[in-house]
């Protein structure tokens, strides 16, 4: 070891551009069990960190779909070679004035599925719908929300998602896989929105929905004639302000047609695969158009 003081040779004189780039040699499992843990974030900071935003599409749905928006119901018979198995992931709710005896799935009967595309439809505890712009498969996945101090699923849309859906509404009917099969497009009558943006941040994974619903068209329905009439003209009313898809079918295979609008998926140009209609709480409707279930 050199004395303190001796003068420095010039084999101890470094130039820094001579000096060689460093490298580490531990591995990112080392470095990371080297590196501090994060704090975690407090509530409040949490609360702080921005939240992804939605514009919700605000205008006239008409032009998202193309015409034309009604394709009735051709006659085709059931194909009995093909096995859909009916809808058992969720227990039918039965809308008043029906009864669990009521349904009975009989060829000469009609019904209808109904999928909001944007609204909320008049029977508590089914599923509304948003129309936004986001171009991300993720903003299609939907989640429990508040409608009206309700929680009920929330049904997410994008134009390209909705025309595939569409898409495969006709394909299904032209197949007929479940016999005669019509669809309709029904666009809202409203001329105002009440907002444009909605926040992701307001999902609830895990909700159970209330097992016992009203509605709010059909309660009265069982009267007279008259109060039948003018429950059915209160839901046109009220529904005139949803954008919607209609699905006729005979009532026989109206559990298959929810089987099938279950599974179905939408996939991205990214090959990002979501199920649209997942745990969705659909409306069946009778064949004088009045609420049956919700399933």
Not at 20 to 29: A, D, G, K
Not at 264 to 289: C, G, H, M, Q, T
Request: glycine share 4%.
């Amino acid at each position: 070891m050199k004395e303190w003081g001796t003068a420095v040779d010039d084999n101890e004189i470094y130039d820094i551009q001579e000096l060689e780039e460093f490298r580490s040699f531990l591995t990112r499992h080392e470095h990371n069990a080297s590196s501090p843990p994060r704090r975690p974030l407090s509530p409040l900071q949490a609360e702080e960190r921005p939240r992804k935003r939605l514009k919700v599409e605000a205008g006239s749905l008409f032009s998202w779909i193309p015409q034309p928006h009604i394709h009735t119901s051709p006659y085709r018979p059931r194909d009995a070679a093909v096995t859909i198995h009916p809808f058992s992931k969720a227990k039918p709710i039965i809308l008043p004035p029906h009864t669990f005896t009521d349904f009975v799935p009989l060829p000469q009967t009609r019904t209808a599925w109904i999928v909001p595309v944007r609204g909320t439809l008049p029977w508590e505890g089914s599923s509304s719908a948003v129309a936004h712009t986001s171009s991300d498969p993720s903003d299609l996945k939907p989640f429990d929300g508040t409608v009206s101090g309700i929680i009920c699923r929330q049904i997410m849309w994008n134009k390209v998602s909705l025309v595939e859906f569409w898409t495969f509404l006709l394909t299904l009917r032209d197949k007929g896989t479940l016999g005669s099969i019509g669809i309709s497009f029904h666009t809202s009558h409203s001329s105002t929105r009440s907002c444009t943006q909605i926040s992701t941040a307001s999902a609830h994974e895990g909700y159970q929905g209330p097992s016992e619903v009203t509605s709010t068209v059909d309660k009265d329905a069982s009267g007279n004639n008259e109060r039948s009439s003018s429950s059915r003209s209160n839901y046109r009313s009220i529904i005139k302000d949803v954008d919607y898809i209609k699905i006729y079918h005979d009532g026989a295979v109206a559990m298959r047609v929810r089987s099938v609008l279950d599974a179905w998926r939408y996939i991205s140009p990214s090959n990002d695969k979501v199920r649209v209609l997942l745990e969705a709480k659909l409306v069946l409707l009778d064949e004088r158009a009045r609420g049956l279930l919700i399933c």
